[in-house]
């Protein structure tokens, strides 16, 4: 790959958690982003719909520079991911294999919990994917779409969204879990409320982190690419980071703000997006 710049989609604002692990890890690395916030929810759709949009955002991505993609949207990422490696020439990184490598390895009682958005719980790849690697390994699974519309809301915290959360953990938390994978974009800033209420025995995954880990990785590996990044890197410590754009398919007043609780830092949002 000559060219590094990342491209990281998804349906609308949540998936700038992954971008925001990946400017973190992989600060010299230009980055296009593209939040199809005209069409969203995902997690409602059906696979047919989400192939047919995980192709147009990544083909949008690619007109924009980018060399390589990553599907930041759970949803979209349990059912195209192999349509996107079949019909683009760019590497395709997701984030859900990484965290089903890292449950794997966490899990000692063999009992992975799952939440997600219904797109992804009824795509079962968490199941397929688990069964492949370990079929000893029981996944119980938890549809929450509740959670992404209170996310976007801003009521991290509030007491209706702890007992929800409450609510949605109970059958995981019945079924003994050890290891919970946080399947969804938004479901990372709910953290310390998930953490509390499934308790402190309870190994949570975090994907955006681990998508971003398995992308440095591949990157850090190619010596050709390291190269470039070390030049990279001196060159975004005498000028600051490397340039990253946010395209979003539709703007409200709303979106620069939200998209800033997911990105952790002010962020200026283009519009724009596949014709
Ligand atoms: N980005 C979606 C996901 O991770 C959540 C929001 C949506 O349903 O579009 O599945």
Redesign the pocket.
């Known amino acids: 790959m000559d060219n590094q710049t990342i491209g990281v989609f998804?349906?609308?604002v949540?998936?700038l958690t992954v971008a925001r692990e990946l400017r973190r890890m992989l600060p010299a690395a230009p980055l296009v982003y593209f939040g199809?916030t005209a069409r969203?929810?995902?997690?409602?759709?059906s696979p047919e719909t989400l192939i047919r949009y995980a192709l147009e955002d990544a083909r949008f991505l690619i007109g924009k520079g980018a060399g390589l993609i990553v599907i930041?949207?759970?949803?979209?990422?349990?059912v195209a991911t192999e349509a996107l490696r079949q019909e683009l020439r760019a590497p395709v990184f997701e984030?859900i294999t990484p965290s089903i490598d890292q449950a794997v390895a966490k899990t000692k009682k063999k009992v992975i919990g799952l939440m997600?958005?219904r797109?992804?719980v009824s795509s079962r790849v968490y199941e397929r994917e688990i069964g492949a690697r370990n079929d000893g390994i029981k996944v119980y699974s938890q549809a929450c779409?509740l959670l992404?519309p209170l996310v976007e809301e801003g009521w991290f915290d509030a007491r209706e969204t702890r007992m929800i959360i409450k609510r949605y953990l109970r059958p995981l938390k019945n079924n003994g879990i050890d290891t919970l994978v946080l399947?969804?974009?938004?479901y990372p800033l709910l953290k310390p409320v998930i953490a509390e209420k499934i308790g402190k025995r309870v190994e949570i995954i975090d994907p955006s982190a681990e998508a971003a880990r398995a992308v440095r990785d591949y990157l850090e590996a190619d010596r050709a690419l390291y190269a470039t990044r070390d030049d990279r890197i001196a060159e975004s410590e005498r000028k600051g980071r490397a340039e990253a754009r946010f395209f979003m398919s539709d703007l409200t007043p709303a979106t620069e703000r939200i998209a800033r609780w997911f990105l952790g830092e002010n962020v200026r949002l283009e519009r724009d997006g596949p014709d």
Not at 72 to 78: D, L, M, Q, T
């Open positions: 998804d349906s609308g949540g998936g199809d969203t929810p995902y997690g409602t759709k930041a949207c759970h949803s979209a990422a349990s984030v997600g958005t797109a992804t779409p992404v399947g969804c974009t938004h």
